[in-house]
């Protein structure tokens, strides 16, 4: 079972470069997240999904963008790299209609703007 | 706005021994969930416990189990015979309870750091 894959796990960007992190769920889940985790800090949310089609904010969305054509995939894409965007990046999947409330969670990317 | 609270940026515990980590939230919501969190040096959130705010009983989950005192806004992890295996970061973590919009929504603690000594 994959669950959530998330590629790249490491990128390296110049400032003001673009980039889309991909992430990609089979559980058929129809909430998918983006969180950010910056060093000694929690995960904070950039955006969510409830479905495909529908997309929302998050905590932290400035910087970011994300689309949601399919069930299954929902990429986050930072546009013009700034160095505060130097962060691990989690996707997360969930099924809330399920009573269970519980978030599955990527590997991780690690990006760093210099 | 909802707030998680881990007041302890560090612990530390012995290898077989039993080790509490804190955590406190905010919330005018009457039903949601709590979550205890693993983050190895590996970076994967790997769910360790679940609590259901309606439910009084407190969760299980072999070596680990909670405290949740829902009038006090508190919910402790308790580790019990600690393993190596058991160092990690651990975020507490709050979302609310329904279907639909942002109910499904973390909100993370800023972490407790685990270190287990042989």
């Known amino acids: 079972n994959a669950g959530v894959t998330q590629t790249p796990k490491f990128r390296i960007l110049k400032i003001g470069q673009s980039m889309t992190l991909q992430c990609t769920q089979d559980m058929n889940h129809n909430y998918m997240y983006w969180y950010r985790q910056d060093p000694g800090m929690g995960l904070k949310l950039i955006y969510y999904?409830?479905?495909?089609?529908?997309?929302d904010k998050g905590e932290v969305p400035n910087g970011y963008n994300v689309s949601r054509s399919t069930t299954e995939d929902f990429p986050l894409r930072l546009e013009l790299a700034a160095p505060s965007q130097t962060s691990v990046y989690f996707c997360a999947s969930s099924s809330p209609g399920t009573g269970q409330n519980i978030q599955y969670f990527g590997a991780g990317t690690r990006l760093s703007v210099l | 706005a909802q707030t998680v609270t881990q007041s302890q940026p560090e612990m530390s515990v012995q290898e077989a021994e039993t080790v509490t980590l804190s955590c406190t939230y905010d919330t005018s919501e009457s039903d949601y969930y709590l979550f205890w969190y693993k983050q190895p040096p590996s970076r994967q959130m790997i769910l360790v416990i679940r609590?259901?705010?309606?439910?009084?009983q407190n969760a299980t989950e072999n070596r680990f189990s909670v405290n949740f005192q829902k009038a006090a806004k508190s919910f402790s992890l308790k580790i019990s015979d600690s393993q190596l295996g058991d160092a990690a970061m651990y975020f507490c973590a709050y979302s609310e309870g329904g279907y639909g919009g942002s109910q499904g929504n973390l909100i993370f603690g800023k972490g407790t750091k685990l270190s287990v000594k042989p």
């Open positions: 609590q259901e705010a309606y439910k009084q």
């Open positions: 999904s409830v479905g495909a089609g529908i997309t």
